[in-house]
């Protein structure tokens, strides 16, 4: 288990960048995948992006793929998020989350999650 603190959330205009990051409280096992969920008022919480630890595959939503990036620093523990071309519509409260396993996308499947930073896009 993990203890994760997303930073780097704020107000932004349409077409600008942000990038989040997520810093884990230990070294992050190499067993781990990594993600970033998103969640707008009165909306479930919904996918955004994940990487494999040790391998550093990448996944990514649909909505995003082209848009962010996922990344992780393995020396300090930390997992990124850059975000580019940002819409109104990615305006939400966006979490890190970590689970042993892979290519899952629904948010049951993560055991660890940080308190969320605020992403807001306007137009």
């Known amino acids: 288990q993990v203890q994760l603190v997303e930073s780097g959330g704020g107000l932004v205009q349409a077409g600008g960048s942000l990038r989040l990051s997520c810093a884990a409280s230990g070294r992050i096992p190499s067993t781990y995948t990594m993600g970033w969920f998103r969640q707008a008022p009165g909306k479930e919480r919904e996918f955004v992006a994940a990487i494999r630890w040790s391998a550093g595959y990448t996944d990514y939503a649909n909505s995003v793929k082209g848009r962010f990036t996922i990344s992780g620093d393995n020396a300090k523990n930390t997992v990124y998020l850059q975000m580019t071309s940002l819409k109104p519509d990615d305006t939400a409260v966006y979490y890190c989350?970590?689970?042993?396993?892979?290519?899952?996308?629904?948010?049951?499947?993560?055991?660890?999650w940080g308190q969320g930073t605020q992403v807001t896009v306007s137009s």
């Open positions: 989350a970590a689970t042993t396993m892979w290519r899952v996308a629904i948010a049951t499947a993560f055991s660890d």
